[in-house]
């Protein structure tokens, strides 16, 4: 229970990694506020977490709505003083294409989600952060925000804008109390994500969401220097 008495926000916490990962703090004694847009699914991490003896709430919310995150943050707020953790995982795929052809209003969308909204996000809950004697943000990445692929501008362009972003308020609030942030590529796993941009790959030959998740619970507790990459590649 390393991390007891800790809060915790997950986004995109419905499936996936990000499911996965509301499960493995929960399972280390943090309280996790699940979002993602999904109540029904986020419904279902609730239960499997109650069901294992650990404590969530869940916030099903639209980032991409421009109100929502504020809500979501005065709501928090009004329950509880500071907030410990935040793991920034939602994110939409777009369209894989060459950079000619990306539509311009999807890829308003994938930025408005992978980029936009984490700053808003951050914006939010700076206050509470930085109330915590022990604040950390994990952003959730891809390889192809560090190392450009063909056809993957779209959404490499948003990943490397999303690390941009957290290494940056690292360093803005590393002589702030302790309040560290840090950068997790999970590589190649079995999400629903990774079975649009592959759909001819054998899922049996990824690892599970719970493998990234048990890594994240790990980095948690660990004393890692602010602005830390991690790659599980």
């Not at 609730?46 to 109100?67: V, W, Y």
């Not at 925000?145 to 999303?162: D, E, T, V």
Request: no cysteine; net charge negative; proline share 3%.
């Amino acid at each position: 229970m390393s991390l007891k008495d800790q809060l915790a926000l997950v986004t995109g916490a419905s499936k996936g990694i990000g499911a996965a990962t509301a499960i493995a703090l929960a399972r280390e004694g943090a309280h996790v506020i699940l979002t993602a847009r999904d109540s029904k699914a986020l419904e279902e991490v609730e239960e499997q977490i109650h069901a294992a003896g650990g404590s969530a709430t869940i916030a099903p919310l639209d980032l991409t709505d421009g109100d929502s995150i504020g809500r979501l943050a005065t709501a928090i707020s009004d329950r509880w003083d500071k907030l410990d953790i935040m793991v920034l995982n939602a994110a939409m795929l777009g369209s894989l294409g060459p950079v000619p052809a990306i539509d311009g209003k999807e890829l308003n969308q994938l930025m408005t989600l992978n980029f936009i909204a984490q700053q808003a996000l951050i914006a939010a809950f700076d206050g509470m952060m930085r109330k915590s004697d022990d604040a950390r943000l994990l952003a959730v990445t891809s390889s192809v925000g560090r190392s450009p692929r063909a056809f993957w501008g779209a959404y490499g362009a948003s990943k490397a804008a999303l690390e941009t972003l957290v290494l940056s308020y690292g360093e803005e609030m590393r002589n702030i109390g302790r309040f560290r942030t840090a950068i997790i590529n999970p590589g190649r796993t079995r999400t629903d994500m990774r079975a649009r941009a592959y759909p001819g790959e054998d899922p049996a030959s990824v690892k599970e969401p719970s493998v990234v998740a048990d890594r994240i619970a790990g980095i948690l507790t660990e004393d890692f220097e602010t602005g830390a990459y991690f790659d599980l590649n």
